[in-house]
């Protein structure tokens, strides 16, 4: 399967940096851990910083990510935990369009933008099959996302610019990041590239190129892709839960088995 694992099998140590998460964030998601009472399964967990806060509230979490690095970093941060929350987590390296644990929950969650990384409307509806299939009837499923945004591209390009340099934390090396997006397809699709430049203490530099592609998707299509595999979805704009709020940019979804 085609899946840019590139930019976080090297510098998933960067994504707490690029994409830092927010109080707000972790409290909406232990609401919805103390409303179904558990267990939680989160998909594409990353480094596991949201499934360890929920492990602290007492839940058993499982989290599977397709990235070996990223599971090495959330291994190292639940090796910090206290044994009796680290024994509540149980980490796996699999496919979250393609996966079978032999349980069910009563929480499913994927956060953050990790669903978009799924390329194919195939890929999406299996990864959203095998999430119906491991939820209990009255369990919850949850995803975030970001709202696509025309306005951010000129002429179909975006460009983030360098970043702030970034302490490598293993190396020391200062590292900086730069996002290049362009629109294509008529506008279905970006195409993107994360550039990293790594100052080596030799005074040389490196450029690493890791390329992207996700599909745009506005909140109609997420819709109709839930309603496809068979949840019946309320959206949200913000961890607030607001029924519409044009300057807030989170895409919340909250899903249930339909009857
Ligand atoms: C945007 S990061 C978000 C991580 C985490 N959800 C968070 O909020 O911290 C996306 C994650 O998806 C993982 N990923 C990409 N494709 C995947 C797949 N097919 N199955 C499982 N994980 C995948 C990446 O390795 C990465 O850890």
């Known amino acids: 399967m085609n899946i840019d694992l590139k930019r976080y099998e090297l510098f998933g140590w960067d994504y707490e940096h690029f994409a830092p998460l927010t109080d707000k964030e972790v409290v909406w998601y232990k609401k919805f851990a103390h409303r179904t009472g558990g267990p939680v399964l ?134 900086k990041r730069k996002i290049e997006i362009q629109l294509t397809k008529n506008g279905k699709r970006m195409h993107g590239v994360m550039l990293y430049k790594t100052g080596h203490a030799n005074g040389s ?7 992207f592609e996700i599909p745009v998707m506005l909140k109609d299509d997420y819709i109709s892709l839930f309603s496809e595999a068979g949840f019946s979805p309320r959206v949200f704009v913000g961890y607030e839960e607001q029924e519409n709020d044009e300057k807030n940019s989170i895409l919340c979804f909250v899903c249930d088995k339909s009857e």
């Open 205 to 211: 530099e490196t450029v690493e190129k890791c390329p």
């Open 42 to 175: 989160e998909l594409a967990c990353g480094t596991g910083r949201l499934l360890t806060s929920i492990a602290k509230e007492g839940y058993e979490i499982v989290g599977i990510d397709l990235s070996t690095n990223m599971l090495h970093l959330a291994r190292g941060r639940t090796s910090q935990l206290p044994p009796e929350v680290k024994k509540r987590i149980q980490l796996y390296n699999m496919n979250m369009s393609d996966f079978q644990l032999k349980r069910k929950f009563g929480l499913i969650f994927i956060a953050d933008n990790s669903f978009r990384v799924l390329k194919t409307k195939e890929q999406q509806l299996s990864c959203l099959k095998c999430v119906y299939h491991h939820l209990r009837p009255d369990g919850k499923f949850l995803m975030t996302e970001r709202r696509f945004d025309p306005t951010k591209f000129v002429n179909g390009r975006r460009e983030i610019p360098w970043s702030e340099p970034i302490r490598h934390p293993l190396s020391g090396d200062l590292v």
